[in-house]
């Protein structure tokens, strides 16, 4: 039962230009959304979040929107540049369950220069 | 610097050894977990641990065992009984009142 689902394994994008990756989910108890960003052979590393009462969460280049309605999350990186070229994982938190986080199965994103 | 170490980062095992990996956090975090990543397959809850003492099965604990004996200390055995224990094994600790991990840095584990 995947109940977090990047449908979308990888994206290519041009540096400067926009990525946008997406995430699905069933669970109408998650209360907290994360990204993770992850380097091959290293461990995945924070990105940006955004609590399920809020629709949008921005830093710097990163910008997270929420549709509660639809359930969905989406990840915008503007613009994009080579560094960003990683799997990026979404990840959720039910409301109740203390820390215990639910993973896509990630996007692998090439930023091409 | 308070982190999260795995050690080691490469490990080569004949199959039907069982086999300890290491992980070890200076965060101070309540809270540790086991993953596991596949190619394609996202990261899999293998085992976590919230106090001291207690620990829980994740999504795929068959074949793997824990123990939780000190709270910076979180070693996952990998059995005989994994059939397919030729993965990357990762390990995070979070604060249980908080959001989000601290990942270690990983450790891959190919049996042979």
Known sequence: DQQVKQNSPSLSVQEGRIS?????????????????KKYPAEGPTFLISISSIKDKNEDG????????SAKHLSLHI?????GDSAVYFCAARRAGNTGKLIFGQGTTLQVKP | DGGITQSPKYLFRKEGQNVTL???Q???HDAMYWYRQDPGQGLRLIYYSQIVNDFQKGDIAEGYSVSREK???FPLTVTSAQKNPTAFYLCASSMTSRYGYTFGSGTRLTVV
């Open chain 1, 78 to 82: 503007v613009p994009s540049q080579p």
């Open chain 1, 20 to 36: 946008i990756l997406n995430c699905d989910y069933t669970n109408s108890m998650f209360d907290y959304f994360l990204w993770y």
């Open chain 2, 71 to 73: 709270k910076e200390s």
């Open chain 2, 26 to 28: 200076n965060l101070n």
């Open chain 1, 61 to 68: 280049r990163f910008t997270v929107f929420l549709n509660k």
């Open chain 2, 22 to 24: 290491s992980c070890e």
